[in-house]
């Protein structure tokens, strides 16, 4: 027979007969029961690593009844925001030796978005879930159905644990900087062209927006309010429809732009240099999020500890997959922070 070229697969019964005993006591010693003596339970596990045997977590599943897994609900995975928090909690998860699932939500599910998550075959197949900005949308059944710990990030849900930023604070403390700066003809690019899911952080931004406008008696100009989603090329295009709105003519322009995020800044700056608007010069431009390549473009934006939260919030699902009584819900609210760069400063003086 020809020889494959593939390693002989490890299993319990070659453990087993290294280490001189049966592949009952092989599978009790590697999963620590009881009825096993030290010297036994160290003679298997030397066995195992000689051999490069690694238990199957679905076996053990079916015996401890833990997966040693954690589920993640993400509506999107490109975005920077999905990613960061999933690579914040990865850190903690791995550390304690547990795998990382991940299952879509809303855009990424099409329209079973209210349906994506099956419950029956979920807990099942994790010891827990974070759930990553979960839209209202979602069949609130069938996180309640769960019968496993939930712990969110971006949004809360009543009786769940989680851990957020106030998107009505973020809103309201960006377009507050442009004001104090003497901004009054402030656009906001960020409304969300999937919230038929149902989630909140575009909507919750806008709210801040309002607020604070509201607060200096400046009337809201929906001629200024544009729907970008949160990509990079959406804040492009926004900036390019709102130029040709104003008849190609700088004076017409709003003198400031509030993104929803950083990526859509950075589409709107693209945007501006294509058309020769100077930055902050002719128009300011804030953010949200202090994105990894934020400082490249020396934005302005609303900075909050995204990775932190991931991490945070992985280390209350743990609590909460390993203790045996069910816990109170705890809620933590992570504090957003202006970071002033070189996109915002005093509007344009008009052209006499």
């Known amino acids: 027979m020809a020889d494959s070229g593939l390693a002989p697969m490890i299993g319990i019964v070659e453990v087993a007969a290294l280490a001189g005993v049966s592949p009952a006591t092989v599978s009790r010693a590697l999963r620590g029961l009881p009825g ?35 589920g993640v609900l993400a509506p999107w995975i490109s975005r920077w925001f999905f990613s960061a928090v999933i690579e914040g909690a990865q850190e903690v998860v ?42 209202l949308g979602l069949e609130p059944l069938s996180l309640n159905d769960l019968r496993i ?47 038929m899911y149902g989630f909140t952080v575009a909507a919750d931004r806008e709210r801040g927006y309002v607020k604070a406008l509201r607060e200096q008696r400046i009337s ?45 800044a950075m589409g709107v700056i693209y945007a501006a240099r294509r058309l020769s608007i100077r930055i902050p010069e002719d128009l300011s431009v804030i953010g949200v999020d202090n994105h990894d390549m934020s400082y490249l473009f020396d934005l302005t934006t609303i900075g909050q500890p995204v990775r932190e939260q991931g991490r945070i919030a992985a280390l209350m699902l743990l609590d909460h997959v390993r203790t045996s009584e069910p816990s109170a819900p705890k809620v933590v609210r992570m504090n957003p922070g202006l970071i002033v760069r070189a996109t915002t400063g005093p509007p344009r003086v008009p052209i006499s």
């Open 220 to 264: 809201v100009d929906p001629a200024l309010i544009g729907v970008t989603g949160f990509a990079i090329e959406a804040g492009e295009q926004a900036l390019m429809k709102l130029w040709a709105a104003c008849g190609n003519q700088l004076a017409r322009m709003p003198t400031a732009v509030f993104a929803v995020s950083d990526e859509v």
């Open 36 to 70: 096993v003596s030290v010297t036994t339970r160290e003679n298997v596990a030397r066995a195992a690593e000689s051999l490069g045997y690694v238990a199957s977590p679905s076996a053990a599943a079916l015996t401890t009844g833990r997966t040693c897994a954690i």
């Open 149 to 195: 710990p939930l712990v969110t990030v971006g949004s809360m849900l009543p009786g769940v644990s989680g851990v957020l930023v106030d998107d009505v604070e973020v809103g309201y403390s960006a377009t507050t900087h442009l004001m104090a700066i003497g901004h009054r003809r402030i656009a906001f690019l960020g409304r969300d062209p999937d919230d």
């Open 94 to 135: 791995g550390e304690q030796g547990y795998d990382t699932l991940l299952y879509p939500l809303g855009a990424n599910a099409g329209p079973v978005a209210k349906v994506v998550v099956n419950t029956r075959a979920l807990h099942k197949r994790v010891d827990g879930v974070l759930g990553l900005n979960v839209p």
